[in-house]
């Protein structure tokens, strides 16, 4: 830890001098600001806080979640709060799950240059130009499977000369992958019929009125089979 | 390199050489009930002298409640009665929805399937649609859909759980609903960890007697909301982010219909009429109750209690918190931030600062807790870190020993992702852990169809009191949010084909000033807080007093 120190960025080019071990989100927050949009869950999980940084000196701009990288000295930072990316709408009850899907809503997936800038800009370290073009070839599996950890912070979008909109194509993969490829889960499936058929009514019923004293004991004195 | 310091050194290396005694051992044995009760009167926050008092107005009058939550609800609103005009509708709708996590989501999508047009919905949510601490949950969520389990089973080690102070309907309802929000999720394309006979891969939690936590990597909360959050857009469903409710509104008929919206950035108020409202507002980790840090998301300041008990809602359980044993306690850009309880169910151990295992690894969440507390304050075997934490280590290499190497790359990305951006390599050392606030047992009183004692409002997820008890066990808040935010949407379109509004009213509001006045509260408080105050040195705040 940097006990004390201090460093100096500059938030939207105005300069603030902040703790050295703070999050570009406290330190944003040290220095006076409310946010009411570029905060989120401040843990990694939203994508909210998605921001852009250049350190004095150096012509490289690179991304971050705020509440995911320490401040350095010499950062010249803003937030992206928001990016315009219009999600396609459709029923997915009616959709096919091969390459055809993703041309028909997200036609320009076919203008990636496999420059890999999108891979680069991921704050999430995702193979952000990978599961493009797996989706261009109609690997479902892949494109779900490398877009997973995705959290839709758009800073891909935002660098993409090919103008694509990688997390919505990720998003159509997954759904699809879930419920075309994979299918549903049967013994999920047999357990709603049960539940739905009243197997188990007498024996929660029974113990919604249990005396507190034998509901107790049962707990108590339950097997535990979690092995 | 080792992320920790120098210091810390020799007790890792403990940690490291006792890790084969502890994995070939038979480990420690659940407590008995009496050690449990010992424990949590002695060290569990919720049993600490002086951090709570009771309510000194409205129907919930007496009731004992962290003075955080006391504070919110002894509080003036953000308005005046003569200030807005209920003649000039901005909205009118059939189904307002307030609060835009899980539990809203689906409460708009079973609301739309049951008859209500997507046009005639409006959910409102403070901050962008979807965030909420839904999109949080790492762990998993609970359902009962294997062979040698049942939905009875499921009910038992809920109550039980929650020390038997639940609501019986309330958990009746949630463990039969489980199996099929699994279902729902599924059919809607959530992608659940599955073994390679394509059965679900299901594990257990503390307080679990069957393994029955289905889980999508650690980002459950987050693939399951951005699914139903995908869908609710696909459906056209009326939405407006960054627009808050700050009071509800009521009817000549003492109905609630409808509320009064800010927008949080033009700050112009508008008035939104409803002949069903969802309250779907969240818990409070961001009031951060006794000093605790917070797994909790930015917008989770307890807006829906303030709202409901101004309109006279009853309120209960809220004097019991969650406070999640596992924590980060290093390093501090991190503190109070989530370890899910998955890391223990897939074996990882809590171990002291001599290397030893002092509790068994699957308690309930106040139990567990309770004991790293005593571990590090009465027996003095905690690690203190440089900025004055106390902490126990967390033993997360023993995931890959006990399941093979990969494991925690391959179920725990964002754990091992979000340490490893701060130094620290979960594969290769342990966690440094202690409790943080988690989440709000109690809340608003609902009945099994999200009814409260108010016609027209109903509330669905964690701004509910009654279906965890007086403790919640992981994997039943994400379960809690669709099951009854799938509910409130059903009675939200039932309720909306069979009444009608009267004049609109926020007299409410005038009485809560008298009863303020009646109790002798002089404040300055305004209530929902809507977002928490961090500006300048606020950040750097840790005032945690533990015993």
Redesign the interface.
Known sequence: ?N?GKMVTIYVMGKKQIV?A???IM?AI??A??????G????????G?CASVYRKRGSYKLQGALAC???VEDGMIITQIPFSPNE?K????NELKADASTFLEYYPEITRCLACNTCTKSCP??IMVMDYVQAAIRGDIALT?KLS??C??CGLCAMRCPAEIVPFNIG?LA??????YV?G?????????EE?KEGK?DS??SE???MD?KI??N???N?????K | MSGYPEYMQESITKVVESRARRLSGTGIKPMTAEERQQILEKFHPDWKPNMKRSISIGPSKEMMVPHEVADIIESHSRIKSSEIDLNNVDYDVDVLIIGGGGAGLSAGLIANENGVPADSILLVQKLRLGDANSKMAQGGIQAADREEDSPALHYLDVIGGGHYANKPELVEALVRDAPDVIRWHESLGVMFDKKSDGTMLEIAGGGTSRVRMHSCKDYTGLEMTRVVLDEFINRGIGYIEFTSAVDLIMDSKDQVAGAVLLDMETEEYKVARAKSTVLSTGGFGRLHIQGYATTNHYGATGDGIVMAYRAGAILRDLDSTQYHPTGAAFPEQIVGQLATEKLRGRGAQPVNKNGELFVYHLETRDVEASSYIRECFERDNGVITPTGMHGIWLDTPMIDVINGSGTIEREFAAMYRNFNKFGIDIRKEPMLVFPTLHYQNGGVEINAKTETNIPGLLCAGEVCGGVHGKNRLMGNSQLDIYVFGRRAGKSAADRAKNVTVGKLSLAHLDRYERWLKEANIKTDRKAPLLLPEYRGKKTLEHKLNIL
């Open positions: 830890m006990e703790p071990d703070l999050t406290k927050e040290y006076g600001y409310q946010f009411k949009r905060a989120g869950c401040r843990g990694g999980f939203c909210a995911q990288k320490i999600k709408t459709y029923n997915i999430q370290d779900a997973f950890d959290i839709g998003q997954r759904r699809l992958e879930s419920k994979e549903p889960t049967e013994h999920v499936l047999k357990r709603c539940v188990f024996e929660i113990l919604m009125i507190k509901l107790t049962k707990y108590n339950r097997e535990l089979r979690i």
